[in-house]
C-alpha cells in the first residue's frame, strides 16, 4: 500500500581542492605561498579561478598592477564576482543533492534546467514497485472531500497496477527484458504525482538560478518545498557563495544579486 511522502534532499557531494596541487600549479608560475582564507573549498576555488583571469595571485604576474590581495576571499566573492555579475567563476564547483521522495512533477520541471546542470532519476522503466506514494499538496489538504478524491486515486492506481501483474504473470517471469518492456508500459496509467528520486547536481551558479526560480510563489507547491530544503543547506554549507540569498515572508529564497 503507498503512502504519503515528504520529499527531502541530502547533500551528498561538492567539488574538493587539491592544495598541494593548487600550490605546485602556482610555484609553476613562480609564486610561492599564495594562500585564501575560504571557508570551503568552493570559495577557494571561485577565488582562485576569479584571480586566474587578471593573474593577481602576485604583482609581478601582471605589470599592471600596482597591489594585490587585501580583500577578504568572503568580500572578493560577494562583491568582486557576485556583485560584477562574473557568474561563470562560480560554474567551477558543483553540489550534488539525493532528492527524494520527489513526484515526478517536481523531476519534469527540475529538467528543464539545461545549464550547469546534471540528472539522474530513478527507471520508470526498470523499477517496479506495486505501491504508488504520493505528495498530498496543502491546497487539496484544504478540501477534505479532494483529499478523498487524492486517496481513492492512489488505491485506484495500485489496483490497477495489481490487476495487469495478475494478468501478465510478471512476478514469475524469468526474461528480464520482457519484464522491463511490461514494467515500462504499467507506468503508463500511473499518475505524474508519483514520488520517485532524483540525483541533482549543479554549479553554484546553476544553483543560484534555479533557486530563485523555483521558490517563487509562482512555482509549484512541491518543488518549492524541495528546492527551499536545498536552498537552506546550500545556505549553511556555502555562507559566503549564498550571503545574499535571503528568505522572505512568502517563503521565496531571493538574491540581492539576480541572475548572475
Ligand atoms: C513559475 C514557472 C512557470 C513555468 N511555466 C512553464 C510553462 O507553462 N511551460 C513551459 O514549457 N515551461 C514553463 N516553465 C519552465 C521555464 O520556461 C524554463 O524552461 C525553466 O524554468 C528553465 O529555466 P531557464 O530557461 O532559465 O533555463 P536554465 O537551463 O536554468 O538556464 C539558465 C540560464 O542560462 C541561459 N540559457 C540556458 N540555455 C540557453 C540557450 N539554449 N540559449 C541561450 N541562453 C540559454 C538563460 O539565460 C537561462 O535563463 C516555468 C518555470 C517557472 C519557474
Redesign the pocket.
Known amino acids: 500500500m503507498g503512502k504519503l511522502v515528504f520529499p527531502r534532499a541530502f547533500l551528498i557531494a561538492e567539488t574538493k581542492v587539491d592544495y598541494a596541487a593548487m600550490d605546485h600549479a602556482l610555484l609553476h608560475l613562480g609564486v610561492d605561498g599564495w594562500a585564501s582564507d575560504g571557508g570551503t573549498d568552493a570559495d577557494v576555488l571561485t577565488e582562485f579561478a576569479g584571480k586566474s583571469c587578471y593573474m593577481s595571485f602576485d604583482k609581478n604576474l601582471n605589470l599592471n598592477l600596482t597591489k594585490v590581495g587585501g580583500r577578504p576571499n568572503s568580500a572578493y566573492i560577494q562583491d568582486g564576482i557576485i556583485g560584477n555579475k562574473h557568474g561563470s567563476v562560480l560554474e567551477h564547483s558543483t553540489v550534488t543533492f539525493f532528492l527524494t521522495n520527489v513526484s515526478r512533477v517536481v523531476t519534469h520541471?527540475l529538467v528543464?534546467?539545461?545549464?550547469g546542470t546534471a540528472f539522474s532519476q530513478t527507471s520508470g522503466r526498470y523499477v517496479r514497485s506495486n505501491d504508488v506514494d504520493m505528495f498530498l499538496p496543502k491546497e487539496i489538504v484544504a478540501f477534505p472531500d479532494a483529499v478523498s478524491v487524492f486517496y481513492r486515486a492512489m488505491c485506484e492506481m495500485e489496483e490497477n497496477i495489481a490487476e495487469l501483474v495478475e494478468i501478465t504473470g510478471i512476478e514469475d517471469m524469468t526474461d528480464f527484458g520482457l519484464k522491463k518492456r511490461l514494467t515500462s508500459a504499467f507506468r503508463r496509467i500511473i499518475g505524474n504525482g508519483q514520488a520517485n528520486h532524483l540525483v541533482m547536481t549543479a554549479n553554484h551558479r546553476?544553483w543560484r538560478?534555479?533557486i530563485e526560480?523555483?521558490t517563487?510563489v509562482?512555482?509549484e507547491e512541491e518543488i518549492r518545498y524541495i528546492m527551499a530544503d536545498v536552498a537552506g543547506q546550500l545556505k549553511e554549507r556555502f555562507p559566503t557563495i549564498y550571503a545574499d540569498m535571503t528568505e522572505n515572508a512568502d517563503g521565496e529564497w531571493v538574491f540581492a544579486h539576480s541572475k548572475v
Not at 112 to 115: K, Y
Open positions: 520541471e528543464r534546467h539545461r545549464a546553476a538560478h534555479v526560480m523555483r517563487s509562482h512555482a
